[in-house]
């Protein structure tokens, strides 16, 4: 699986949040100023030519549709970033988060928790 740039990552949010949609939809749903329509139809072109996004033609009107979930993406990344920043460690990554005071103590146990009822 390829690697999206920010802006690919962005437009792909809006992708699996409306599921099926045209380059106008995915404009219509952003917020503040709107980007050109050229623009957000050249990124999801990229995105279809990468293999997360297909379509479907209605005459001229294509609609789009994710091919790669978002927690498949999201699991890849996640493997891609703990090997990367914190050789493959999920201990480190967790250690680091609690270090840093972005994850609390109390959800910590809560994370402690759910592992052992999937351990069960």
Known sequence: MQKLTTAEEEI???????????????ISTMKGEKPPHSTISSIV???????FVDHKA?????????VISK??????????????????????????LV?????SKEELNDLVKKLKKQNN
Request: hydrophobic share 30%; glycine share 4%.
């Open 99 to 103: 270090q840093e005071e972005k994850m």
């Open 58 to 66: 209605y005459g001229r009107t294509y609609e789009y549709f994710h």
């Open 45 to 51: 072109r990229i995105l279809e030519k990468k293999g």
């Open 71 to 96: 927690e498949n993406y999201t699991k890849k990344t996640l493997s891609s970033f703990v090997k990367n920043y914190f050789d493959g460690s999920m201990d480190q990554l967790v250690s680091f």
């Open 12 to 26: 792909m949010q809006f992708i699996w949040k409306l599921d099926r949609c045209t380059v106008s939809d995915i």
